[in-house]
């Protein structure tokens, strides 16, 4: 026997162990509810044989027995609560058979490969890892409509992060997920299955406990059982957290023997999708999002976004190279559907965005994107600028006409004495502000209409959109430099030829001659933090933007 079976053998020991060690607690718990009763038990059947005779002894059983019909009441409402609350599902885009025949012949080619059950299903999610899910709880099979597929169903889904199928190429994947998919073996295991469906179940009587809108009375037993749950959490942190620590050293070591030596290096790429998808989200996409666009091609985007970044930085040279072989999303029927189902929940999980698209919830292609989103984000900021000018009693620019808003006006406001950038920074908080509550707030995900598919977020629970904010609360000062950003840019575009471009990396960009210009933050900078406007208008000259030309607003 080798060393990695060796070591194979005692991760799957140490797992089945800590699940002993779960199921132990479990049972400890039932010992604890039927003690009472079991007492009661003894001292009626003592009763019963002539011993521990008269009144004292009588009022002590009846105590006892009432105590353990309390006792067991309880403890079954509590079971009941724990047995109906809904394990949170990760929110997923499923990946039909008919629609990934390629992809779903991989995985089971890799789990025959590992000796281990092959996954139930493969569902895609906008984010960069991948794991194994479970949904065999009764809840999850009625929301799929597969009330008759227990048996099947008994394994994980596979999840797989939609980024990686763009990216990587088809061997590199099948790398990756050989880990994953070697999980399934600790799943099938009855001890392990068992104690992650009893965490799992504290788990969401937890979450129903502390979930609001339910009144005193009728919270009263979901809040009771929840902190029972809670107790019993307590005492399985650690047994948990191991388990599932054996279980994936026991997944590693068997994946060991399948293309070990490419895994090594589609880890890299794993690290490197991570990044340019989060730059995507937070530089591109979410500049969109707050326009009332979701971009419908994330995942191709991550592809350009990542080779921009190969030829910005020396360190990922080398990696565009791969880009020759088959990707990974050949394996799909329909990849641009797919594409668009994630971006969609991309966009809901992090901005909050409804789940159908509509006048103010909008597609937009990448071609689009510089018309769509960065040149309307830019004038509708300068408009928002002007706005907050005009409620503050702002005289206009004086080399400028009255009538039309201008850059001069801005720039002589923030370059005057007494420090104006600071009441301006708040104002043009407090005008965001008020646009943002002007927009219907998301709220939980809606049921999804008669005759559509279910919703992805329906298993989550009724947590409002969005789930993961991208990004923190701006400063009164940042959002300020942004508006006077986009202003300076509308002026580019109107006075000078300049034109509204993306760049993968950075978002919206502002292009001269064809040539992206990243250096206008500084200027900006200085004029708003403080009020120094000698390097900005050496920008405009240089770039020929005249500040006493009317700019054209939304």
Same mark, same amino acid.
């Given at each position: ?389 005009? $409620?503050?009693? *702002?005289?206009?620019?004086?080399? #400028? &006409?009255? +009538?039309? @808003?201008? /850059?001069?006006? =801005? ?97 919206? $960009?502002?292009? *001269?001659?064809?040539?992206?210009? #990243? &250096?206008? +933050?500084? @200027?900006? /900078?200085?004029? =708003? ?26």
């Amino acid at each position: 026997m080798s060393g990695i079976d060796v070591g194979e053998e005692l991760g799957a020991r140490a797992a089945q162990a800590r699940a002993l060690a779960l199921l132990r607690i479990r049972s400890r718990a039932l010992a604890v509810v039927i003690t009472p009763a079991a007492v009661a038990v003894v001292l009626f059947a003592a009763g019963a044989q002539g011993h521990l005779g008269g009144a004292f002894w009588d009022g002590v059983r009846w105590a006892v027995a009432a105590v353990s019909v309390v006792v067991l009441l309880v403890a079954a409402a509590v079971a009941v609560s724990v047995a109906r609350a809904r394990p949170a599902v990760s929110p997923t885009v499923p990946v039909a058979e008919e629609g990934a025949p390629d992809l779903y012949r991989l995985v089971r080619d890799l789990a025959d490969r590992l000796g281990v059950p092959a996954p139930s299903a493969i569902a895609l999610t906008p984010d960069c890892d991948s794991w194994l899910e479970d949904r065999t709880h009764r809840a999850h099979r009625a929301h799929r409509g597969g009330a008759g597929r227990e048996a099947k169903e008994a394994a994980p889904v596979l999840v797989i992060g939609s980024p990686f199928l763009w990216w990587m190429r088809v061997a590199e994947l099948r790398a990756v997920l050989a880990p994953v998919v070697a999980g399934t073996d600790s799943s099938a295991h009855p001890d392990i299955a068992a104690a992650r469906r009893f965490v799992r179940g504290l788990d969401a009587a937890v979450a129903d406990g502390a979930a609001p809108g339910r009144g005193a009375l009728r919270g009263a037993p979901v809040t009771f059982a929840g902190w029972v749950a809670r107790l019993l959490l307590r005492a399985c942190r650690e047994h948990a957290a191991e388990m599932e620590r054996c279980v994936a050293a026991t997944a590693s070591m068997r994946a060991q023997g399948v293309d070990y030596a490419l895994r090594i290096a589609a880890q890299e790429q794993v690290g490197l999708a991570y990044a340019g998808w989060d730059r995507l989200l937070t530089r591109v996409a979410l500049p969109a999002w707050r326009m009332g666009r979701w971009p419908s091609r994330l995942d191709a985007g991550v592809v350009s976004a990542l080779t921009e970044l190969s030829r910005r930085d020396r360190l990922a040279d080398g990696f565009t190279s791969r880009l020759g072989e088959r990707p990974a999303c050949d394996l799909l029927e329909e990849p641009g559907v797919a594409d668009e189902a994630t971006s969609l929940l991309a966009a809901r999980l992090f901005h909050g965005g409804p789940a159908e698209s509509g006048p103010d919830w909008a597609p937009v292609d990448w071609q689009q994107y510089p018309e769509e989103v960065v040149d309307r984000k830019w004038r509708t900021e300068a408009a928002r600028l002007h706005r907050v000018l005009d $409620a503050m009693g *702002v005289p206009p620019a004086s080399a #400028a &006409d009255p +009538a039309v @808003p201008t /850059l001069a006006r =801005v720039m002589e406001h923030l370059a005057g004495p007494g420090g104006p950038g600071e009441e301006l920074a708040a104002g043009i908080g407090a005008a965001v502000a008020r646009d943002d509550a002007r927009t219907p707030a998301p709220g939980p995900a809606q049921p999804a209409p008669v005759g559509v598919g279910p919703d992805p977020l329906d298993l989550w629970g009724p947590d409002p959109l969005p789930l993961f904010p991208l990004q923190p609360p701006r400063t009164g000062t940042e959002l300020l430099a942004d508006h006077v950003a986009a202003m300076v840019c509308c002026a580019a575009v109107d006075t000078a030829g300049a034109a509204p471009g993306l760049d993968w990396l950075d978002g919206p $960009a502002l292009l *001269v001659d064809g040539e992206r210009r #990243a &250096d206008l +933050a500084t @200027p900006v /900078l200085s004029l =708003v933090e403080d009020g120094d406007p000698d390097p900005l208008r050496s920008w405009l000259a240089e770039v020929g933007v005249r500040s006493d030309k009317p700019v054209r607003l939304v």
